[in-house]
């Protein structure tokens, strides 16, 4: 049992049980009046959904483990939310699309490969270990790619812009990895 837990901590990081806040600047309030999720870019039907179209969706419960840059691990998380992959489905992905840029509240971006939104267990998520996620955590409503370092996982997720070239976002302008997978440690990337 000791070993299952030990092999699914990437190089580099420890297991926790508590769950750390990190964020770059406040905690925005959530207005349901004025608050949207978009998906444009290269889409053929942009998408706008308000709070409870949102909600209305199929949801699905997923468990995984969560690895922040920063070391820690959070090892058997549950989320609650829906499949990235319904967005984007609706929205309909054109075919040149390979990256996301992924907006939250007050600017904070994270890019990443569109692979990684369409797997199953990419989530916009409201709930986690059976609570609704405090207002700390993301909510309204959290990105969970749990196989990217967490920073990728954008807390207060407000829309998702379809790309063909991969481009920077808050973190990855300040020396983060473009690409971040833990079991590789990509953790920042290289001055040169
Ligand atoms: N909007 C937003 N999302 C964010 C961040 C941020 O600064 N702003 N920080 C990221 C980082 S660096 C980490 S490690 C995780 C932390 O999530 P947690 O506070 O729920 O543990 O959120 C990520 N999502
Ligand atoms: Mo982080």
Redesign the pocket.
């Known amino acids: 049992m000791a070993r299952d837990i030990a092999a699914r901590v990437p190089p580099g990081q420890y297991a926790t049980e508590k769950?750390?806040?990190?964020?770059?600047?406040g905690i925005p309030r959530f207005d349901p009046t004025t608050w949207d999720f978009r998906v444009f870019g290269l889409v053929v039907e942009p998408l706008r959904l308000t709070y409870d179209e949102l909600r209305a969706l199929p949801e699905v419960t997923i468990t995984c483990d969560?690895h922040?840059?920063?070391a820690w691990s959070r090892l058997g998380m549950t989320f609650e939310g829906v499949p990235v992959r319904t967005v984007l489905e609706r929205a309909k992905v054109r075919p040149e699309a390979q990256f996301v840029m992924v907006h939250?509240?007050?600017g904070?971006q994270?890019n990443l490969p569109l692979s990684y939104l369409q797997a199953d267990d990419a989530l916009l998520a409201w709930r986690a270990d059976g609570q609704d996620l405090t207002p700390?955590?993301?909510w309204p409503l959290?990105?969970v790619v749990p196989r990217l370092?967490?920073?990728?996982?954008?807390?207060?997720?407000r829309g998702f812009e379809l790309l063909a070239k991969d481009r920077p976002g808050?973190?990855e302008r300040n020396g983060y990895h473009m690409h971040g997978d833990p079991w590789k440690e990509e953790r920042y990337s290289s001055p040169w």
């Open positions: 769950w750390p806040v990190l964020h770059y600047g969560v922040c840059v920063t939250a509240d007050q904070y994270t700390d955590h993301g959290r990105l370092y967490f920073w990728k996982s954008a807390k207060w997720v808050f973190w």
